[in-house]
């Protein structure tokens, strides 16, 4: 069974910064993964914010975010990172870690293993 374990949420002033880790427990499974990004503010459906291959090649964003968030992985630590700058009062939320086996995906329901969320409050 594959775990993944985030860490990094927190309080940040808006236009600070935060990075989020996800750390996953097995190589040989992140090896094959697309590991994704997702957040879910309160009344609202969790969305898609980044995702990215293990094996390399482009990282997508969602429009919101781009210019602001980096993902990126360090393969010899099985870890993604999210890293967060100028962030606004509505990037508020609890942020996810996912992963799926093959390409990339956009939507919730596509991935199979879930962090358990870390919350990242912006105070404007």
């Known amino acids: 069974q594959v775990q993944l374990v985030e860490s990094g949420g927190g309080l940040v002033q808006a236009g600070g910064s935060l990075r989020l880790s996800c750390a996953a427990s097995?190589?040989?499974?992140?090896?094959?993964?697309?590991m994704g990004w997702f957040r879910q503010a309160p009344g609202k459906e969790r969305e898609f914010v980044t995702v990215?291959?293990?094996?390399?090649?482009?990282?997508y964003y969602a429009d919101s975010v781009k210019g602001r968030f980096t993902i990126s992985r360090d393969n010899a630590k099985n870890t993604v990172y999210l890293q967060m700058n100028s962030l606004k009062a509505e990037d508020t939320a609890v942020y996810y870690c996912?992963?799926?086996?093959?390409?990339?995906?956009?939507?919730?329901?596509?991935?199979?293993?879930w962090g358990q969320g870390t919350q990242v409050t912006v105070s404007s």
């Open positions: 097995e190589r040989t499974f992140s090896n094959r993964a697309s």
């Open positions: 990215i291959r293990w094996s390399g090649g482009s990282a």
């Open positions: 996912a992963a799926r086996l093959g390409a990339v995906a956009y939507t919730p329901v596509a991935y199979d293993y």
